[in-house]
């Protein structure tokens, strides 16, 4: 069983949301197309491989690798059914004080209030059809230097592909202001 699935069902699926990190975050600044990026794929590196701090059964509060935490709210349910595979992931996102390293660049993560992500996969085993949906939507704020902002996401995956355990495409919409393409490498459950 993947790492993904292994810690939906350590929480018994649904993940709960957390509080907003006490400290503010002034305004200072906009993030290129590159940073915004580099902030979206160092977040959910941090979470895909983040340490569970605490589990119970509607709730899980993850470690960032390089310090503070992300909380969840929402949903994650595989299913067998026949012929027929499906995930199908909604989570509500909560990074406080989550500091990552992408790109050269090390930010510091938090909720604004939250981000939404979501993942459908299925798969027909008789006939080889899937159907994948995914995407971001809400927002971070965001540390990087002496600069913060707010980034707000929403991105939709598009043509998505099963390679292996894998799925490919990209998430294309608007990403901290910028009209992006992001190859979704990294951006989709590890590990079908």
């Known amino acids: 069983m993947s790492r993904t699935r292994n810690l939906m069902c350590a929480?018994?699926?649904?993940?709960?949301?957390?509080?907003?990190?006490?400290?503010?975050?002034?305004?200072?600044?906009?993030?290129?197309?590159?940073?915004a990026v580099a902030l979206l794929r160092g977040t959910m590196?941090?979470?895909?491989?983040?340490?569970?701090?605490?589990?119970?059964?509607?709730?899980v509060v993850l470690g960032c690798r390089e310090g503070g935490r992300v909380t969840g709210v929402g949903k994650g349910?595989?299913?067998?059914?026949?012929?027929?595979?499906?995930?199908?992931?909604?989570?509500?996102?909560?990074?406080s004080g989550c500091k990552v390293?992408?790109?050269?660049?090390?930010?510091t993560v938090d909720g604004n209030p939250?981000?939404?992500?979501?993942?459908?996969?299925?798969?027909i085993g008789s006939t080889?059809?899937?159907?994948?949906?995914?995407?971001?939507?809400?927002?971070?704020?965001?540390?990087?230097?002496?600069?913060?902002?707010?980034?707000a996401m929403d991105l939709t995956l598009v043509d998505p592909e099963v390679a292996?355990?894998?799925?490919?495409?990209?998430y294309e919409g608007k990403l901290c202001g910028h009209d992006v393409e992001v190859d979704g490498k990294g951006l989709v459950p590890p590990d079908l």
Do not use: H
């Open 164 to 170: 292996g355990e894998t799925v490919t495409g990209s």
């Open 128 to 151: 080889g059809e899937t159907d994948i949906t995914g995407g971001f939507s809400d927002g971070v704020k965001w540390r990087l230097g002496d600069r913060s902002g707010s980034c």
């Open 45 to 59: 590196s941090a979470i895909w491989g983040g340490t569970p701090i605490e589990i119970s059964e509607d709730s």
């Open 101 to 107: 390293t992408e790109g050269g660049k090390q930010f």
């Open 114 to 123: 939250s981000f939404r992500y979501e993942f459908f996969f299925e798969y």
């Open 77 to 95: 349910d595989d299913e067998l059914n026949g012929d027929t595979v499906r995930l199908v992931v909604d989570i509500r996102f909560n990074p």
């Open 11 to 35: 929480v018994g699926f649904p993940l709960v949301l957390g509080a907003c990190g006490d400290d503010p975050v002034e305004p200072g600044g906009e993030l290129t197309e590159e940073e």
